[in-house]
Nanobody, 115 residues
Framework: QVQLVESGGGLVQPGGSLRLSCAAS????????MAWYRQAPGKQRELVAG???????NYADSVKGRFTISRDNAKNTVYLQMSSLKPEDTAVYSC?????????WGQGTQVTVSS
């Protein structure tokens, strides 16, 4: 079993930056993949950024060049650095971990981009 706890959300003005953190309850070194998803009101959940154990990353087209996913294995934490934020980035952001065929989710953190 794995617990994931997100933090770092909040209210930010358009053009601003935030860094989200996802702390895992055990070592992430052997996780097959970790990812950030988001869900805005009335919309389906979408993949924002993913990071696999071999170091490859992928991003939604809407965030390429603005968001960066990274992991710190020593701290069992995955980050999502978000910059040049737009109102359409407003959503609940959730962390996901894949270990084999199992998926684990955090509780989510709200990001609101508004002036």
């Amino acid at each position: 079993q794995v617990q994931l706890v997100e933090s770092g959300g909040g209210l930010v003005q358009p053009g601003g930056s935030l860094r989200l953190s996802c702390a895992a309850s055990r070592s992430i070194f052997t996780f097959d993949a970790m990812a950030w998803y988001r869900q805005a009101p009335g919309k389906q959940r979408e993949l924002v950024a993913g990071d696999t154990s071999d170091g490859s990353t992928n991003y939604a087209d809407s965030v390429k060049g603005r968001f960066t996913i990274s992991r710190d294995n020593a701290k069992n934490t995955v980050y999502l650095q978000m910059s040049s934020l737009k109102p359409e980035d407003t959503a609940v952001y959730s962390c996901n971990a894949r270990i084999g065929s199992r998926f684990y989710w955090g509780q989510g953190t709200q990001v609101t981009v508004s002036s």
